[in-house]
C-alpha cells in the first residue's frame, strides 16, 4: 500500500538507508545501483502482481533484461538505457532541507531513462529482519522530484521476483511517497528492492529509505581495532570513519589495540584523524597478541567502559562501507534477543568480489567452509543479484569473521571474551559458544568490507600452521558432538603425512608441536601466547622449505639427471584408489637416499598454483614459488626426517585418541577461566612492553 504523508513526524525509524559510494570506483558500482536495463513493452502491460523470474532476460513474456553490446549502440527509441557515470549527483549543494553533502544519497536519472535497487548494498534483506527481528512490516519511504515512476518489486527465496506497487510522480518540488510491505512471505529468503524510472523529463531520487514502527531505543557502539604493523590501512580506516559523521553518531569509543612495533601514532595523518573522531579515539599499546588478544582487549575495555550495547570488531587491513555499521547496530538492536551481527567480506583487490556470504562448521569433519548454497568468490560485476538464485536465499551461519562483527556486550557478559588462540578459529569458536549460550549469528547482507583476499595466502604451511592445527584440535575438544573429534583426528594424521610426502617439513614439524602443546592441557594457551610466535619464528629457520629468496636466479640452476618415465609427469589421483597408490609410491621414494646432483641442484620449478603432494613427493628437490608470487623456496628431501615425522605423528595422533575424552573434559572445564576478563587483564600486563 503507497500512500502520500508529509516528510517528517511519521514516527519511523530508519533500518537501511539507499546510498551511493564514497568514492567512483567503477568496479563497486554494480554493488549499489544496477542500469543499462529496459523494461519490454509487454512487461510495461503487466499490472502489480505479475510473477516472473528474478534472473530471466526479456522473451516472449516479457520482463526486465539487461541490454546486449548491440542493443547499447542502437538508437534509444522506445527503450530506456542508463548509462552508470550518470548515477548520482556529487555537487553537494543544499537540498530542500538546508543540508549539503547529500550526494552518496541523491540519484539523478535522465529523462527516459531507468535505475533499479536490486543491488548487494541497496536492496533490503526481507527475509533477515523477518526470521530474526520482530517486526511484521516495512515501511518503503522515498523522496523524490522530476517526472518519475517508481516501481516496487519482491523476490522469493527461489529468486523469482513480484512487481507489487507503482506509483508516479511530476512535481519541480520534493514530494515523499510510503509504500507500506508485509514480512510475512519472506520465511525462506527473498529481497524487496525498488526500481525508478524518468519520464520525459529527468527524475531526481533525493532519498530513500527502508523504515519500521518500533519503539526500541537506539543502541551505541564501541570499535576494535587490531593493529599490527599496519599504520598506513589503520589510519585510512580511522579517517573514513572520521568522515561518516552519521556513523559517529552511535559510536561511543575507537578502540585501536596496537600491537606492532611501527606505531599507529607515528603515522604522518594520525593526528589529524584523531582530532576529526572528536576524542573517540583511543590507542592501546600491547604486546602482540594476536587477533584474538587485541579482540579480546577490545571486548574487555567496552564492557568495563560501560556506556556501549555493542563493540564492533574490524581487522585494521580493511576498508569498511560505513554505512554498513549503522544497519548493524539498528538489526542488533531489533532483533529478537542478543544476536551477533557479521558483515560479509569483498576482495580489496577485485572489489565486486564476494569473498565471504555465509560461514559455517562441518561438525563431523570439524572444519570451516562456505555456507550450504553458497559460494566463495561470486563476482557481481559479472553476475548480478537478478540473475543469481542462491543469493535470494536466507542464509544461516555458525560464525561470522571478525574482519566485521558486532557483538552484544550482553553476550560477552554471559559467555566470557575470546579464547587465548592468537590467530585462527578464534572468531568460528566464539560463534559456536555464543550459539550454544542462546546467541545466534546472522551475517547480515548490507553489512560488508573489502579486505585483503584468502587467495594471496597460504597460511596452512607457513608459521600459521601450528595455529590451525592447535586451535582446530582445541576447539573440537571443548565443542565437538562427536566422540573423539568424529572425523578430525584422521584428517590431522593424514594432513601431517602429506606435509611430508611434499617435503614441508617445517608444517609438519608444526603440526606436531601444535598436538604436543594440546596434550599439555589447558593452561598453556595463556601461558605461551606472549611468548609461542617467537619460539615458532625461531625454530623454521631450520628447515630450507620456510626460507624464501625473492629472485630465482639466487638459487642454483634446474638440472634433473633422470628425465621422468616415458616423459610422463606425476598426473593427479583420479579416486580414492589412485590417491593409496600415489601414497605408497611416494612412501616408498622418501625412504630411498636422495640423489646427491638435486642437493646441488634443484630438479624442477613447481609454481604454487601446480603445489600437490603427490606432484612434490617425486622429486628429491624442488624450488616452490610462494602463494602471493613474491619468492620461492628450495624443498629438499630429507629421508630421516620423513621417517622421524612418521614416527611421531602416528604416536601422537594415537596419543591424542587415547586421551580425548580426559583432555575434552579438562578444557571444557577451563573455558571460564581461559576466556575470563581476569585471567585476560594478567596476560595483556604480562605482554605489556617494556619502556
Keep these: 500500500m503507497s500512500t502520500d504523508m508529509p516528510p517528517h513526524g511519521d514516527g519511523l525509524r530508519v533500518l537501511h538507508r539507499v546510498v551511493m559510494p564514497v568514492d567512483r570506483d567503477q568496479d563497486i558500482l554494480k554493488l549499489y545501483i544496477e542500469g543499462n536495463i529496459v523494461r519490454t513493452r509487454q512487461a510495461d502491460q503487466d499490472g502489480p502482481g505479475a510473477d516472473r523470474p528474478a534472473g530471466r532476460g526479456e522473451g516472449p513474456a516479457g520482463g526486465i533484461a539487461v541490454l546486449s553490446a548491440e542493443q547499447l549502440a542502437e538508437p534509444a527509441g522506445a527503450t530506456a538505457e542508463f548509462q552508470p557515470a550518470e548515477h548520482w549527483d556529487g555537487s553537494g549543494r543544499e537540498d530542500e532541507d538546508g543540508e549539503t553533502g547529500r550526494d552518496r544519497r541523491r540519484v539523478a536519472v535522465p529523462a527516459g531513462r531507468r535505475v533499479s535497487f536490486l543491488t548487494y548494498f541497496n536492496a533490503f534483506p526481507a527475509s533477515y529482519w523477518r526470521r530474526w527481528t520482530r517486526l511484521e512490516e516495512v515501511v518503503l519511504r522515498v523522496?523524490?522530484?522530476?517526472?518519475?515512476?517508481?516501481?516496487?518489486?519482491?523476490?522469493?527465496?527461489?529468486?523469482?521476483?513480484?512487481?507489487?506497487?507503482?506509483?508516479?510522480?511530476?512535481?519541480?518540488?520534493?514530494?515523499?511517497?510510503?509504500?507500506?510491505?508485509?514480512?510475512?512471505?519472506?520465511?525462506?529468503?527473498?529481497?524487496?528492492?525498488?526500481?525508478?524510472?524518468?519520464?520525459?523529463?529527468?527524475?531526481?531520487?533525493?532519498?530513500?529509505?527502508?523504515?519500521?514502527?518500533?519503539?526500541?531505543?537506539?543502541?551505541?557502539?564501541?570499535?576494535?581495532?587490531?593493529?599490527?604493523?599496519?599504520?598506513?590501512?589503520?589510519?585510512?580506516?580511522?579517517?573514513?570513519?572520521?568522515?561518516?559523521?552519521?556513523?559517529?553518531?552511535?559510536?561511543?569509543?575507537?578502540?585501536?589495540?596496537?600491537?606492532?612495533?611501527?606505531?599507529?601514532?607515528?603515522?604522518?595523518g594520525f593526528a589529524d584523524a584523531a582530532k576529526e573522531l572528536g576524542g573517540r579515539l583511543r590507542v592501546i599499546d600491547q604486546g602482540n597478541l594476536g587477533g584474538s588478544g587485541g579482540f579480546a582487549r577490545a571486548m574487555d575495555e567496552t564492557v568495563r567502559a560501560g556506556s556501549s550495547d555493542y563493540v564492533l570488531l574490524l581487522d585494521d587491513d580493511?576498508?569498511?562501507?560505513?554505512?554498513?555499521?549503522?544497519?548493524?547496530?539498528?538489526?542488533?538492536?531489533?532483533?529478537?534477543?542478543?544476536?551477533?551481527?557479521?558483515?560479509?567480506?569483498?576482495?580489496?583487490?577485485?572489489?565486486?568480489?564476494?569473498?565471504?556470504?555465509?560461514?559455517?562448521?562441518?561438525?563431523?569433519?570439524?572444519?570451516?567452509?562456505?555456507?550450504?548454497?553458497?559460494?566463495?568468490?561470486?563476482?557481481?560485476?559479472?553476475?548480478?543479484?537478478?540473475?543469481?538464485?542462491?543469493?535470494?536465499?536466507?542464509?544461516?551461519?555458525?560464525?561470522?569473521?571478525?574482519?566485521?562483527c558486532l557483538i552484544p556486550t550482553a553476550v560477552i557478559k554471559d559467555v566470557g571474551l575470546s579464547m587465548p588462540m592468537f590467530i585462527k578459529w578464534d572468531d568460528a569458536e566464539y560463534g559456536v559458544r555464543a550459539r550454544a549460550a542462546g546467541y545466534p549469528t546472522v551475517s547480515l547482507p548490507g553489512s560488508a568490507v573489502w579486505h585483503v583476499p584468502w587467495h594471496d595466502k597460504d597460511d596452512t604451511i607457513d608459521w600459521q600452521a601450528?595455529?590451525?592445527?592447535?586451535?582446530?584440535?582445541?576447539?573440537?575438544?571443548?565443542?565437538?558432538?562427536?566422540?573423539?573429534?568424529?572425523?578430525?583426528?584422521?584428517?590431522?594424521?593424514?594432513?601431517?603425512?602429506?606435509?611430508?610426502?611434499?617435503?614441508?617439513?617445517?608444517?609438519?614439524?608444526?603440526?606436531?608441536?601444535?598436538?604436543?602443546?594440546?596434550?599439555?592441557?589447558?593452561?598453556?594457551?595463556?601461558?605461551?601466547?606472549?611468548?609461542k610466535m617467537a619460539e615458532i619464528r625461531e625454530f623454521r629457520k631450520r628447515f630450507t622449505d620456510a626460507k624464501y629468496e625473492e629472485d630465482l636466479e639466487d638459487f642454483p640452476a634446474i638440472r634433473r639427471t633422470k628425465p621422468p618415465r616415458k616423459g610422463r609427469e606425476a598426473a593427479p589421483p583420479k579416486d580414492r584408489k589412485g590417491m593409496i597408490k600415489a601414497a605408497v609410491v611416494g612412501g616408498i621414494k622418501q625412504l630411498r637416499p636422495v640423489d646427491t646432483a638435486a642437493v646441488r641442484n634443484p630438479q624442477a620449478i613447481v609454481p604454487h598454483i601446480d603445489l600437490r603432494w603427490w606432484k612434490l613427493s617425486q622429486f628429491d628437490s624442488a624450488l616452490v614459488s610462494a602463494a602471493d608470487g613474491t619468492g620461492a623456496a628450495w624443498y629438499q628431501r630429507d629421508p630421516r626426517r620423513f621417517r622421524s615425522l612418521m614416527q611421531r605423528t602416528s604416536a601422537l595422533h594415537g596419543r591424542l585418541y587415547k586421551e580425548w575424552p580426559r583432555l575434552a573434559e579438562e578444557y571444557r572445564s577451563a573455558m571460564g577461566e581461559l576466556t575470563s576478563p581476569e585471567r585476560w587483564r594478567e596476560t595483556f600486563e604480562a605482554s605489556r612492553p617494556s619502556s
Design 466 to 531: 601450528y595455529f590451525h592445527e592447535r586451535n582446530r584440535l582445541v576447539s573440537a575438544l571443548v565443542h565437538s558432538p562427536y566422540e573423539r573429534g568424529g572425523n578430525l583426528l584422521k584428517e590431522s594424521l593424514f594432513v601431517s603425512v602429506k606435509h611430508a610426502l611434499a617435503m614441508q617439513y617445517s608444517a609438519a614439524e608444526l603440526m606436531l608441536m601444535a598436538i604436543e602443546d594440546v596434550l599439555l592441557g589447558p593452561d598453556h594457551m595463556h601461558t605461551s601466547i606472549v611468548t
Design 318 to 404: 580493511v576498508v569498511t562501507e560505513p554505512e554498513g555499521i549503522l544497519r548493524a547496530v539498528t538489526f542488533g538492536d531489533l532483533t529478537r534477543k542478543p544476536t551477533i551481527v557479521g558483515g560479509h567480506m569483498f576482495s580489496l583487490y577485485d572489489r565486486s568480489v564476494l569473498h565471504a556470504y555465509g560461514e559455517t562448521l562441518a561438525p563431523y569433519r570439524w572444519f570451516w567452509g562456505p555456507a550450504q548454497h553458497t559460494f566463495h568468490g561470486h563476482d557481481f560485476g559479472y553476475h548480478r543479484m537478478r540473475e543469481t538464485a542462491w543469493l535470494h536465499r536466507r542464509i544461516d551461519v555458525d560464525y561470522n569473521g571478525w574482519w566485521m
Design 143 to 268: 523522496r523524490v522530484r522530476g517526472d518519475a515512476k517508481i516501481l516496487v518489486y519482491r523476490s522469493n527465496a527461489k529468486g523469482h521476483s513480484q512487481r507489487l506497487e507503482s506509483h508516479e510522480v511530476h512535481s519541480a518540488t520534493t514530494e515523499e511517497r510510503l509504500f507500506t510491505l508485509p514480512l510475512k512471505p519472506f520465511v525462506d529468503g527473498g529481497w524487496y528492492w525498488f526500481e525508478l524510472v524518468a519520464g520525459e523529463s529527468p527524475a531526481v531520487l533525493e532519498r530513500a529509505e527502508w523504515c519500521a514502527e518500533t519503539d526500541a531505543p537506539r543502541g551505541r557502539t564501541s570499535i576494535g581495532i587490531t593493529t599490527f604493523n599496519r599504520p598506513d590501512f589503520c589510519v585510512k580506516q580511522l579517517e573514513a570513519l572520521a568522515k561518516a559523521t552519521d556513523v559517529l553518531e552511535v559510536i561511543d569509543e575507537i578502540y585501536v589495540v596496537d600491537q606492532g612495533t611501527r606505531r599507529v601514532e607515528e603515522h604522518p
